[in-house]
């Protein structure tokens, strides 16, 4: 038998980048995947609950590839001991699941979490790509012309305040390298340099939303966890798309009044519900405060539908009386059993195209509430 | 690594190979390659370096390679199974782990070309597989990388559900027509039967004319088809021609890594047996010595939860070695066995043996009480030991190994309530399958046949068919 050959070689792998482009695609296909996850992402309570700031991060789950395969926790397993193993013994256990708590890790295989994570940015800005306020109308454009201050050049003369220190800077160091003196020393006015900037005059919308919350006794956890899941993406999706919005916050029970925003996310409150009040009290703040000469109107209104049923009629009349003042009225219902609401009926003849509502079941129907009334019209 | 590091390499090698020569290995040509880790990686991901690409590769790849970078875990080696043999070496290997590794693929290039199941082995799979991955890429520019790359992940999820069957030979690669094609043809060609894909309303016709033929039963497929893979590519009346053509490209790669599934056990201990016997001869230095036992007690150590192929296939080995050697009283008298053939018998085992029989045989019960083997299974939320009965161990053992540890599938009617709805039946060995990744999965296959698909399997001590529809998906007790 002759002796078997063998070789040893060293190839250049560098142009080897299989890997690395279908890793690439795979997280193109997590971010898809996060995309059409994003009606329950959006009720995520580890995000609304730190009011988005605390949690940077949402683990994402890697994409899961699906294939017959045995349920693990209920098939049988050969294990190997030290030498003293019993029947009995306890390898591990899982911890339960609570609510929102993600899975513990478990000796279940394929439940794969890959450190890809999106931030609540990036989540907010998926989510945002398709909203937008409706009807939104330009306002008296001569009063409401902003004007933005923008620096665009760079000139030798100019106020001290403006100085650009950085360029000043470089500019010493050029001068004195040709010089032959390298080094930052002897600043001449020659060195010194300003920014000067243009003002930009454009034309803005100015609007202003009403937020309005049933705060009353019938309302339960999970009713408030929706409405307050609602209005906690509505403020940052305004803040963040809007430069000139206002928003005004609005609890009512039997009575409304105007609260602060951190009251209005946070404080619980009890009794009866007039939903008139909170109607009424936004055409006073309408009235008095947002001439719907200037601004674009948006009042919403959230509740369990279980109004005081002498109280509807008078609701109808003050919605369409806001109505004329508004670009819209959303009113979102959350109503967990789907029951016929005492509202809900009042509301069903009102026939105005301005009036817009949704009704919310689960969880992650927030995110359709969301895209219903901040709707994008079609492109064209 | 450094010239002088490669030379020193290469005499090493040298050594090597004639020690597992003298022991009686036999393998074909080696090609040893040192790569880096990141490419050590990507061809552990793929499972051969020039294969096709697909985000599920690359999945595995950044999975493995970030467990490298923060030190969880390596792979010092890769082996391919080919003529020649390719070994890569990862760069940055000390000298005496790359004995090691030489020595242990030697002897798994030794498995790979005696051991039965890999028979049938294409040894150019480098070659197909790079066929394959730039034909794949040609589909992809004719008809979108995004349509592509949805047929791979129906075909994909389905991969495992081929016949490896050792002695239907004529499956592989070439077509052969099967009964109801040729009849099919036979009938077109006699012209009775019009092939224009509207048969249902022409049959229909027919029956208001004349009277109704008698139905003859006959069975499609008429035997129970495992090869769910090979069924689609032959009968799917939705695939147009380059998807079949990839569906038996997928085919053929899978059938190449079926007998690694199969003797995964068997091959790592085959494997690790021999470099520590080859690993003996060598003239090591105190410190080579104890840098060679740290690194194979990392190898070869049990693992609580799992069990690590290499130290169960290499006790194995070891126990038939000693069993053969010396047999007892009892064993010379009933079976004649000879002492002194503990090596012989091993030979013979790494030639004939897949890892279900070669537990099934030779796993003993003094080998299980000396492992401390035992079976766990889940109660509540703890993962508790519920049996140290040596021989239901062993069957356990035998029942994970079966079909490579993957469900098996038959489809069992290709033409389920005479319209053409595929009917697969699960052979329930005792072992419920995971439903949420069953009702997952069903998609690809309906995706694939293009009408209605069915699985038959037990829950719960029940019957249960699982239906996909294209649209929605049933259960239904039966």
């Not at chain 2, 010239?3 to 090609?31: N, P, V």
């Amino acid at each position: 038998m002759t002796k078997p050959v063998f070789i040893v070689s060293r190839e250049d792998w560098s142009l080897h980048r299989k890997g690395y482009q279908d890793q690439t695609r795979h997280q193109e296909k997590v971010r898809e995947a996060i995309k059409q996850n994003l009606p329950d992402l959006v009720t995520d309570e580890s995000i609304i609950l730190s009011n988005g700031r605390q949690i940077i991060k949402i683990p994402i789950r890697s994409l899961d590839e699906y294939r017959f395969r045995y349920n693990y926790s209920k098939s049988k397993h050969v294990g190997q001991g030290d030498g003293d193993s019993q029947v009995g013994d306890v390898l591990g256990s899982e911890p339960a699941k609570g609510p929102g708590k993600g899975e513990g890790a478990g000796s279940q295989p394929g439940e794969d979490y890959l450190d890809t994570e999106v931030s609540v940015e990036e989540l907010q800005a998926m989510l945002f790509d398709e909203l937008e306020l409706p009807n939104l109308q330009e306002k008296d454009k001569k009063q409401l012309h902003t004007s933005e201050v923008v620096f665009t050049d760079i000139r030798k003369k100019g106020i001290m305040s403006n100085i650009d220190k950085k360029r000043t800077i470089l500019e010493n160091l050029k001068r004195n390298a040709n010089a032959g003196q390298p080094g930052i020393h002897g600043i001449s006015p020659d060195d010194l340099r300003f920014k000067t900037w243009e003002e930009i005059h454009k034309p803005h919308s100015n609007a202003v939303i009403i937020a309005m919350m049933d705060t009353s006794g019938s309302m339960g956890s999970f009713e408030k966890y929706i409405a307050r899941s609602f209005f906690f993406w509505m403020t940052r999706f305004l803040r963040t798309k809007y430069e000139n919005v206002e928003i005004v916050f609005i609890a009512h029970h039997t009575e409304a009044k105007e609260v602060t925003e951190e009251e209005f996310f946070n404080k619980g409150e009890s009794g009866g519900t007039i939903c008139s009040s909170a109607y009424q009290k936004a055409i006073d703040i309408i009235d008095s405060r947002y001439s719907p000469a200037m601004y674009n109107i948006y009042p919403f209104h959230f509740s369990d539908g279980d109004n005081l049923t002498s109280d509807n009629e008078r609701c109808v009349k003050l919605i369409g009386q806001l109505m004329e003042r508004t670009n819209m009225f959303g009113y979102g219902e959350v109503n967990q059993y789907n029951r016929s609401s005492t509202l809900m009926s009042a509301f069903k003849h009102i026939k105005n195209p301005k009036f817009q509502y949704c009704i919310i079941r689960e969880k992650g129907e927030v995110y359709d509430a969301l895209k219903a009334f901040f709707y994008k019209p079609e492109a064209g | 690594m450094q010239s002088h590091e490669i030379k020193e390499l290469e005499r090493a090698i040298e050594e090597i190979t004639e020690i597992a020569q003298g022991f009686g290995l036999d393998y074909y040509e080696m090609r040893y390659e040192i790569c880096p880790s990141d490419i050590i990686y990507t061809f552990g991901a793929y499972g051969m370096p020039t294969r096709f690409s697909h985000w599920s590769f690359g999945k595995t790849f950044h999975k493995m390679k970030t467990q490298y970078d923060f030190g969880l875990s390596k792979i010092y080696e890769l082996v391919i199974n080919s003529n020649p043999c390719y070994a890569f070496l990862l760069d940055g290997n000390s000298l005496i782990q790359n004995k090691l590794i030489v020595a242990h693929v030697l002897a798994h290039c030794d498995f790979f070309k005696n051991n039965m199941r890999f028979s049938n082995t294409n040894r150019n799979m480098v070659e197909s597989m790079s066929a394959t991955a730039e034909r794949i890429r040609q589909y992809e520019i004719e008809h979108g990388t995004e349509k592509v790359e949805q047929f791979l992940d129906a075909v994909l999820a389905i991969q495992e559900h081929v016949d490896p069957g050792l002695i239907r030979p004529y499956r592989r690669g070439e077509r052969t027509t099967p009964d109801r094609i040729k009849s099919r043809e036979a009938a077109a060609e006699s012209g009775s039967e019009p092939q224009t894909g509207y048969e249902d309303l022409w049959s229909l016709e027919r029956d208001t004319h004349s009277k109704p033929e008698p139905i003859t039963v006959r069975k499609f497929p008429s035997q129970p088809e495992k090869d769910l893979l090979w069924f689609l590519e032959m009968h799917s009346p939705e695939l147009e021609d380059w998807q079949r053509d990839i569906l038996t490209m997928m085919r053929d790669e899978m059938l190449y890594f079926w007998p690694q599934m199969e003797t995964k056990i068997m091959n790592e201990g085959w494997a690790s047996y021999w470099h520590i016997r080859i690993m003996r001869e060598l003239d090591l230095t105190p410190e080579e010595t104890v840098e060679f036992s740290k690194l194979n007690s990392s190898v070869v150590q049990p693992s609580k939860s799992s069990l690590n192929p290499y130290y169960l296939g290499l006790k194995i080995f070891e126990d038939i070695e000693k069993r053969w050697d010396k047999p007892t009283q009892e064993e010379q008298e009933r079976f004649g066995r000879r002492p002194g053939q503990g090596r012989e018998k091993m030979f013979e085992v790494r030639e004939f043996d897949s890892d279900t029989s070669f537990i099934r045989s030779y796993l003993t019960k003094e080998l299980v009480e000396d492992l401390d083997l035992y079976i766990f299974e889940k109660k509540g939320t703890d993962w508790k030991i519920t049996d140290k009965t040596w021989m239901n161990i062993r069957d356990q053992l035998v029942y994970s190994r079966v079909n490579g540890g993957f469900p098996y599938l038959v489809v069992d009617n290709g033409d389920y309530k005479r319209l053409g709805e595929l009917y697969l039946k699960h052979s329930f060995e005792g072992m419920e399958l995971d439903l949420k990744y069953l009702e997952r999965t069903l998609p690809s296959v309906q995706k694939l046949w293009g009408k209605p698909v069915h699985l038959e399997t037990i829950v719960e001590d029940k019957k249960v068919v699982f239906t996909y529809d294209g649209k929605k998906h049933h259960r239904q007790f039966i």
